[in-house]
Each structure stands twice: as C-alpha cells, then as structure tokens.
C-alpha cells in the first residue's frame, strides 16, 4: 500500500490559481496509476483527472478539461494537480488516490488508497 497527503488547498477568488500536491510514501509510487477527485457539499466524490504510471497519459473530467492539468514527478514521489481560472463550483474537498488498475478509471471504486483530502473554496 501507499500512503497518501494532500496538501496546497486554501482561499482564492474566481479566476485564481491553486496547485494541489499528494505526497506518497513508499519506493513503489511509480507502480501506481493516480488520480484525482473532490467532493461538494452534498454530492457524490466526483472524478477530475488521471495519469498514468509514468505520466505519460492523462485523462480528464469535461469539468476542469483545460483549466486543470495533473502531473507527477516520480522521483519526488509526488503528484500536482495545477488548477487555474478556479470558479465558485470548484469549491470542494480534493483528495488523491492510487490505482493497481491497467486501464484508467474514473470511479472511485477504481482505487485501493485515498489521501485524507484537502479543501479548495474558491470565492465569487
């Protein structure tokens, strides 16, 4: 298993820019597809992006498609998720999590591991 932290949630106003980080623990990060997803106040956990093992291939909700943009740096044992031009709807709890999957999933079901999440309010 992986151990996962968010951080880099906050406070910002409509059109800003925020960059989540999940830091895992562990040798094996690299063996995991990741993703992200965020929740609104009651609403379901609502899937926002994905990348492969070697971050060669991404995937995104139609939601944030060209306003977000995920990376990872293996290495550091680390993902980003870049969000810019944040609107109101934003506003959620962001959590990380990792795949053992071979295809990209969008489910939450599709992940053995979750971070604790951290909060995005994006102000109008």
């Known amino acids: 298993q992986v151990h996962l932290v968010e951080s880099g949630g906050g406070l910002v106003q409509a059109g800003g820019s925020l960059r989540l980080s999940c830091a895992a623990s562990g040798r094996t990060f690299s063996t995991y597809r990741m993703g992200w997803f965020r929740r609104a106040p009651g609403k379901d956990r609502e899937f926002i992006a994905a990348i492969s093992r070697s971050g060669g291939s991404t995937n995104y909700a139609e939601s944030v498609k060209g306003r977000f943009t995920i990376s990872r740096d293996n290495a550091k044992n680390t993902m980003y998720l870049q969000m810019n031009s944040l609107k109101p709807e934003d506003t959620a709890v962001y959590y990380c999590?990792?795949?053992?999957?071979?295809?990209?999933?969008?489910?939450?079901?599709?992940?053995?591991?979750w971070g604790q999440g951290t909060q995005v309010t994006v102000s109008s």
């Open positions: 999590a990792a795949s053992t999957l071979y295809t990209v999933s969008t489910t939450p079901s599709g992940y053995v591991n």
